[in-house]
């Protein structure tokens, strides 16, 4: 198990030094990591939050844990993406505008 988490840390390290992934996107896929490497050395964590939740089997409250983790991960990231992509959309939507206002401006010159 922990090397698993290891290779996963490495895998992170090495996208983000390759700058496949910036580091303030890769934050929560680290902290997710930290919290699989803290049950991983003290499975007694997971034992009592099983136990708190009401689950019988403490590899069942793991997955549901890491299912939850992975949805706030996929909600943040969809945060992201609407964000950039309203960026893009007003960009995109600048851009056609001074493109227009360059032609009326080459059209002015070439009537004189």
């Known amino acids: 198990m922990l090397l698993a988490i ?6 992170l390290i090495l996208l983000v030094r390759k700058n ?3 580091l303030k996107y890769s934050l929560l896929w680290f902290f997710a990591g930290l919290v699989m490497l803290i049950l ?7 034992y009592g939050f ?8 403490p590899v069942n ?11 706030i991960i996929l909600v943040a990231l969809t945060s992201i993406v609407s964000s ?12 056609a505008l001074l493109e227009e206002r360059i032609r009326e401006l080459e ?3 070439g009537e004189k």
């Open 6 to 11: 290891l290779v996963y840390f490495a895998i």
């Open 20 to 22: 496949s992934m910036r």
């Open 40 to 46: 991983a050395i003290f499975p007694g964590i997971l």
């Open 50 to 57: 099983s136990k708190l939740v009401g689950i019988s089997m």
């Open 61 to 71: 409250a793991l997955y549901a844990f890491m299912f939850f983790c992975v949805i």
């Open 84 to 95: 950039q992509n309203e960026k893009l959309k007003k960009l995109t939507q600048n851009q």
């Open 107 to 109: 059209k002015r010159c």
